[in-house]
């Protein structure tokens, strides 16, 4: 009985972030905090490090879910246990790499994507909040057009199609005043 | 030049939703036109931007979100800590416990050497002679009885340790450390009699053990100080105090100022 009321929360909690609930995103990061900073504490992770890996991780969960790729076959915890230990995996390799003759070069990379990031989330800012929420649902979360018409509150896909065109196009246009096209092609 | 159903090729192939198949004919034309490759990349960065800049957004919201106390790794700590304080706490207990039974002990000891059982325990007794026994096998058989005031229970005992013993034990501490001798004072057994059953005197400056000695072992520690020479009786695990002013049978009673007792052990385990 308990356990059927746990797989029915579980389901519940997924079908919510499913379809973008920020909500449910901030309870299952409270329910399984201890459990997944702890997996990178015990393999000599900094309290930081294991915020940050479970932070990405949890997104990683989101976007999945958002776009509609993930058909859960395990446990929500599981999974995201799982992708903690790859994004950990990673991040030791990475610390090793840059403790040898690698130290330079990704650090330049980073430098210009982060300025670029920087940059291009400026203009975004420039944007009215619908504009920031339907491009971000749509390349970030990957929402169909229906689902961002549902929580936009948009009367049809038709509705949500057209504005995404001109907030998208308007985000293009600012950019290219920040840029000349040059920038982003060195 | 790009048309517009490029673009919206691009569009779909950078928010992934397109086919494989689609997918990779998107890529053929990228390759084929320097133009549309230009335009895909330009629209690239703009799209991994707004993500990057959506991922930095829910980081945020999980950032400020409040974790509850329980989840948290200092909760964790604290539990450790508190599993800890636990596990000291019941050490401690357990220390205490076995150090006042180890006192028990010794002044059941004691009690017992004093309290040899009677040979033909009377029916009510036999559950507490038994024990005892078990205890004083290593006594003679033909032990006399029992005599009265031998039966103190540890506390009579103990309050029987008048504050001038107490503040001598704790003296002698220091005593420990002072030249050591083997000691050629003689010592005589003499068994028990009716009066005397575990006691001790010195006469002529040797010293009398009144009791059942003979079949155990004992030992004389003896300490010289520039005023005075101090006695110790080791026997079983106790040790007893001797003056050698005494030169009238006194009741052997265990050293029980821990202090002493733990420089006498270090000094006999030397």
Known sequence: MVYRTSLKKEQEIFERICKGDEKALEQLYKKYYRMMTKMVITNSGTEDEARDIYQDALIVFWQKSTSGKLFLTSKISTYIYSICQNLWRKELDRKKRLSHEEKDIPVIINTDIKERNRIIGECLDKLDETCRKILMYYYFEEMSMQEIADKLGFANTDTTKTKKYKCKKKLDELVKTLYSERDFLD | MATERDFELLDDYLSNRLSK???????????????????FQFQQSVVESVRSKRAAELKMLLNNTPIPFSQTIQAELLSKVAASVVVAGLAVMAYYFYQSNDTAEQVQEYQNEQVMPSPEPSPDQNSTVQSEENIVKDSPSDSPTTKTIEKSSPSSTTNERSEATKNRERELVKVISSTFVTSNTEVITRGESEDYTYHYAFEDKKLVLFGSFEKNQYQILEFITKDEHVFFLN????????????????????????????KLREFRTK
Request: proline content about 6%; cysteine-free; hydrophobic content about 35%.
């Open chain 2, 21 to 39: 198949e689609e997918s990779a004919e998107v890529e053929g034309k990228i390759e084929a036109d320097p133009e549309l490759k230009q335009e």
């Open chain 2, 235 to 262: 026997y079983k695990s106790n040790y007893y105090l001797l003056d050698d002013q005494i030169n009238a049978p006194a009741a052997l009673l265990p050293i029980q100022d821990t202090q002493l007792l733990k």
